[in-house]
């Protein structure tokens, strides 16, 4: 009897102590006499979430293997909740399993089983809120686009293996520096300057966090000022069209760069140089994380750029790498052309470009004659 007493006494401090005499007492009780049946429910809406979240990762899974893209804010945040509540629940999944229970296991025991009960109710309601919260994600976007550093170029094989890739790094870790803000890679016409620049775009997309944007113009002998003012602009969606005065293009495309920071600034077939403000370009700084590569067939045109020491030359292949790449390139060789074929790849000067187009006019020739006929005309071109 005395025991009976008690066990409602600490019933009723237990009440008093959760401030819940204004709460109806069957709410609370049934937690604390009973808590079996509301841990059951908390279980499978566990089962339910973990379902939901396994659907949503899949989603983003897809996504950004194949479109790049990230979760949404709101994506993430879900994500979060669903892995607390799972947490606390697998928490509250353990107190219940050990809790103990008084008036001889009539009772469970009061205070410490309210407050479990609690949790389960609010969890409960949070789960629930987070189930329907996930059913209408799945049927929305979950995704964004990541925004673009720049657009990856098709693949260029370095040809040389010794000789590009040597000023393939050297270039590399210019740009990777803290000091060359303008880098300049120079060499005659056809020697690969263009492929170089191309393969940096695409390495620094894969492997660099250096840069939040690349913006690759191509200059050409004939380009004039307005056409590359419209290019480099509709790489930071600003559109240029419309306005004719070239300080007003300057001064805008100067304005909405400024508002950006650690710009790569390809400038390909640079044939002279130009001050990058006039254009509307800010000048590379260690503040803003700038820097500029260009090509040109010209170190003159690197010098007043102010490339200073950051200057690359392409060298021309050797000849053993000639000769490896001419064959490549015009697949099999009778042997009584093979000597005359060596001194028409010599006649390429090493250059990458000549080596690949004569050796593609030549491909599948078995003809001493145009041969020889073939290298009598570079012969004559050189002179």
């Known amino acids: 009897m005395a025991e009976t007493i008690a066990a409602i006494d600490t019933l009723l401090s237990c ?29 499978i809406l566990k089962t ?21 893209e990230v979760p949404t804010q709101v994506v993430q945040f879900w994500l979060k909740n ?14 219940f399993k ?38 209408q994600l799945l049927k929305d976007t979950l995704t964004s686009q990541v925004p673009k550093i720049g657009v ?19 270039v590399w870790e210019l740009l990777m520096d803290g000091e060359s803000r303008v880098v300049g890679v120079h060499g005659m016409g056809g020697i690969g300057k263009t492929k170089m620049a191309m393969a940096i775009n695409n390495r620094i997309l894969e492997k660099s966090d250096q840069f939040d944007k690349i913006i690759w113009v191509t200059l050409s002998k004939a380009r004039d000022i307005h056409g590359l003012q419209i290019d480099i602009a509709k790489k930071v969606d600003l559109d240029l069209s419309n306005e004719q005065d070239e300080i007003e ?45 260009l090509t040109t067939r010209k170190k003159e045109v690197c010098n007043k750029m102010g490339c200073r020491a950051a200057i690359v030359k392409i060298e021309t292949l050797t000849e053993e790498e000639t ?26 000067s090493g250059l990458p470009l000549a080596i690949i187009t004569v050796a593609a006019a030549m491909r599948g020739n078995g ?13 004559n071109f050189s002179n």
């Open 152 to 170: 990856e170029l098709p693949a260029q094989t370095l040809v040389g293996e010794t000789t590009a890739q040597k000023s393939l790094e050297k």
């Open 48 to 68: 339910e979430l973990i379902a939901l979240k396994d659907d949503v990762n899949g989603k983003l899974h897809t996504a950004r293997i194949d479109r790049g």
């Open 367 to 379: 003809d001493l004659g145009d041969w020889t006929v073939a290298l009598n005309n570079l012969r």
């Open 249 to 293: 293009r300057m001064g805008k495309l100067h304005e909405a760069l400024k508002r950006r920071k650690r710009i790569l600034f390809i400038l390909d077939d640079m044939w002279q140089e130009f001050p990058l403000g006039k254009i509307g370009v800010p000048e590379p700084t260690t503040d803003n994380g700038c820097k500029v590569l």
């Open 98 to 135: 050990t809790s103990e229970r008084c008036l001889n296991g009539l009772l469970p025991k009061c205070c410490s089983n309210f407050n479990l009960g609690q949790r389960i109710s609010e969890l409960i309601v949070e789960g629930n809120t987070l189930t329907l919260t996930g059913t």
């Open 15 to 43: 009440f008093c102590q959760q401030n819940c005499l204004n709460a109806p007492i069957f709410v609370r009780c049934k937690h604390m006499i009973n808590p079996k049946k509301e841990i059951k429910k908390l279980i």
């Open 323 to 348: 000769w490896e790449l001419f064959l490549d390139k015009v697949n099999e060789l009778t042997p009584e052309v093979i000597p005359t074929a060596k001194l028409v790849a010599k006649e390429c």
């Open 82 to 95: 669903v892995q607390r509540i799972l947490e606390d629940t697998e928490l509250v999944e353990g107190e």
